[in-house]
Nanobody, 115 residues
Framework: QVQLVESGGGLVQPGGSLRLSCAAS????????MGWYRRAPGEQRELVAQ???????YYADSAKGRFTISRDNPKRTVYLQMSNLKPVDTAVYFC?????????WGQGTQVTASS
């Protein structure tokens, strides 16, 4: 079973930036679809961004132009660079690995954009 560990969350003022990391154990990421999701208080979990094994990216409308997903396969890490953060971005952010028989989630990291 692959384990995913997110880091990089925290408290930031509106307009600020954060970079989230998701490190995978015991596997390279080469053949997997990787995604970042978030769950705001009282809301359903939603897809924020994803990146295919070939590097094609997808972004939710709310993330376009502000967030960038990237992957470093040798380091087994996926990143989510977030800029111009808004209070509505406040949520727990989760990393997901999907491919073959694997569908794994991390435990999440809290992001709070507030003054």
């Amino acid at each position: 079973q692959v384990q995913l560990v997110e880091s990089g969350g925290g408290l930031v003022q509106p307009g600020g930036s954060l970079r989230l990391s998701c490190a995978a154990s015991r596997t390279t990421l080469t053949n997997y679809l990787m995604g970042w999701y978030r769950r705001a208080p009282g809301e359903q979990r939603e897809l924020v961004a994803q990146i295919t094994p070939g590097g094609t990216t997808y972004y939710a409308d709310s993330a376009k132009g502000r967030f960038t997903i990237s992957r470093d396969n040798p380091k087994r890490t996926v990143y989510l660079q977030m800029s111009n953060l808004k209070p509505v971005d406040t949520a727990v952010y989760f990393c997901r690995l999907l491919g073959g028989r694997s569908d794994c989630w991390g435990q999440g990291t809290q992001v709070t954009a507030s003054s």
